[in-house]
Structure formats: C-alpha cells, structure tokens
C-alpha cells in the first residue's frame, strides 16, 4: 500500500522560512552590535589619557562601534579608534612596533620603557576586552537573539 499527501502552500512556507532568515540574520546583526557596545565601553575604561593639555581624552573619545554589515555569508561589526587621529592609535594600540613613535622606541631600547598615566591602561586596548569577553560571548549574543525571536 502507498500513501502520498499533498502539501497545499509550500510555496508560503518557502517563502516564509527564507524571510524569517533574514530576520534572524538582522537580529544576530542587533546582538552583535549591542556587544560590541560592550567591548567599546570597556575598552574606552583601558585606553591611555593623555594627563594633561588639549590630547587628553582624544583617543578615548575616538572609539566607537559601527553598526552591524549583514551580507548572505557574513555579519561584522567594527569597533575602530583614531579617526584622525589613526596613526596615534595604532601607535598607542600596537605598542611596540613600527608604528611607535622614535622616542618611544629610544625608551624602549634604553630599559625606561613607556609609562602609561593610568594602571590598567596601555596598548591592545580594544583587543584585550574583546579577549576577556570571547569566553562567554557567545552566550550573550545567543541570548539577545533569543529574546528576540520570542513573539
């Protein structure tokens, strides 16, 4: 004996899976985003401050999240520093490499070392939070996602 049934509308649940993809995908694109606000406040906290004069807070003041790029394949968020000020920040963020400044190679070389104003402070300042959190990450972007697909 053979059965068959006929599925009436498969075409709407088609059409309806695929829609419900791109709204999870716009919606992991929101989580993302939301951490990498996370991320960004925490490291604005570790980003060095200049002590004193019309520097102070700059670069602190350049970090921000950029809103999530949702492609088929692919969801990014960027946290960036610098604006014009980019070279600074990649000098402040790679510390020590060819971006350095000379003096702080020279104090570098000579043992002295570059003495950031605030402990905690110091270069990889937006890529030692990301660190920090990458452990449980996951599990917060999975349940943003969550609480968001629930009607």
Same mark, same amino acid.
């Given at each position: 004996?053979?059965?068959?049934?006929?599925?009436?509308?498969?075409?709407?649940?088609?059409?309806?899976?695929?829609?419900?993809?791109?709204?999870?995908?716009?919606?992991?694109?929101?989580?993302?985003?939301?951490?990498?606000?996370?991320?960004?406040?925490?490291?604005?906290?570790?980003?060095?401050?200049?002590?004193?004069?019309?520097?102070?807070?700059?670069?602190?003041?350049?970090?921000?999240?950029?809103? &999530? =790029?949702? @492609?088929?394949?692919? *969801?990014?968020?960027?946290?960036?520093?610098? %604006? /014009?000020?980019?070279?600074?920040?990649?000098?402040?963020?790679?510390?020590?490499?060819?971006?350095?400044?000379?003096?702080?190679?020279? &104090? =570098?070389? @000579?043992?002295?070392? *570059?003495?950031?104003?605030?402990?905690?402070? %110091? /270069?990889?300042?937006?890529?030692?939070?990301?660190?920090?959190?990458?452990?449980?990450?996951?599990?917060?972007?999975?349940?943003?996602?969550?609480?968001?697909?629930?009607?």
């Amino acid at each position: 004996m053979v059965s068959s049934i006929k599925v009436e509308g498969i075409d709407i649940l088609v059409k309806t899976l695929r829609d419900m993809g791109d709204r999870v995908r716009e919606i992991y694109g929101v989580a993302l985003y939301q951490e990498g606000l996370v991320v960004a406040a925490e490291a604005r906290r570790v980003c060095p401050v200049a002590p004193h004069g019309s520097s102070a807070g700059v670069l602190r003041d350049t970090i921000q999240t950029h809103e &999530a =790029e949702v @492609s088929e394949n692919n *969801i990014t968020v960027a946290i960036t520093a610098g %604006g /014009p000020a980019t070279p600074y920040a990649i000098a402040v963020h790679e510390h020590l490499s060819e971006s350095s400044p000379p003096s702080w190679k020279k &104090a =570098e070389a @000579s043992g002295k070392g *570059i003495h950031w104003n605030a402990a905690g402070t %110091g /270069p990889k300042f937006i890529e030692k939070p990301l660190l920090a959190m990458k452990q449980t990450m996951g599990d917060r972007i999975a349940a943003r996602v969550q609480g968001r697909l629930r009607p």
